[in-house]
């Protein structure tokens, strides 16, 4: 018998700070599995963000530089212009992307940085106790929402991905998941594919993953990895949005 | 025939890995690992494990080893 599934050499063996059934570990290990298939890990500058995801540095055995709160774009744009000949991606979530870091990613993106975005999306603040984030869904309790999130007080949730399809500068953008078996193979080849672009010159990439927060949804893990196939999924659809090179 | 092996030490007992095997070969059981989850087991006399590698794919704590 041989071992046919390993960790990925881009990972270190180390316990993660994740809660039980937080889709992070998921997103983690598919990220540095990509890293390896492409034979990145010593030419990559990951950029970590804050949240949950903070800890990228512990995690990856990469080098990794950390933000400031929603400055990863615009960090990771010095690195590659600085050091062209290697590897950058960020990985964010989204409170870090698409509330205090609005601007970052959105000139980024329209610069068309060559870099990837990988955005982890689980429509709340997971590290500072579920607050309310531009993604949250509507109706959706928080702390800072308790009685759900209104449409006339702060408006729909952002489709971060159909926004940023929009802008010139983009190559690459796709919305996945990591719920059953079916997202599961398809995040793992959009992921591939964006850190294609990357490698092949092609400009920017950006990878939306929806995830679940069973802690901060109040939900176990496997009631929280459902809503992401049914309310999120609803929602937020999956898909490639944009594809200019035809990779 | 395949089968898998699961690090007690790192489950945290989510219990993913237990709804995706297509064959429902994997079951949270009532051992408790040092970090005090209930882990999850392989049932040791499964002989139609695929290693279809699908519980190694999500499990978010890279817990699964599988061998084919
Ligand atoms: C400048 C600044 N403002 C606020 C915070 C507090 N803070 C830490 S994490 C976080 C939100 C993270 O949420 P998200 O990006 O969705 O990531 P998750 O934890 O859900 O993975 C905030 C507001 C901070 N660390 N720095
Ligand atoms: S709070 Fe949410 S996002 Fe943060 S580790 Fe826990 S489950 Fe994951
Ligand atoms: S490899 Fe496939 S069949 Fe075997 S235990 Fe894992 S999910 Fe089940
Ligand atoms: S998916 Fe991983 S962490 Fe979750 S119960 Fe299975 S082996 Fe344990």
Redesign the interface.
Known sequence: MQQVFKRPLSLKDVQTHFCPGCHHGTVHRMVAKALDEYDLQKRTIGVASIGCSVFLYSYFDIDVIESPHGRAPAVATGVKRAKPDSFVFTYQGDGDLAAIGTGEIIHAANRGENISVIFVNNTTYGMTGGQMAPTTLLGQRTSTSPYGRSLENEGAPIRVTELLTNLEGVSFAARVAVNNAKNLMDAKKQIKKAFRYQVEKKGFSFVEVLAACPTNWGMTPIKANERVGTELSDYFKLGVFKNVANL | M??IEIDE??C?????CT??C?KQLIILCSKVNN?G?TVAVFDPSAINCT?C??C???????A?????
């Open positions: 395949a089968r030490q790192r945290k007992g989510c219990g993913l709804i995706i297509p970090l989850y290693g590698t699908l190694a794919e999500i499990c978010p704590d890279v699964i080893k599988v061998f084919k």
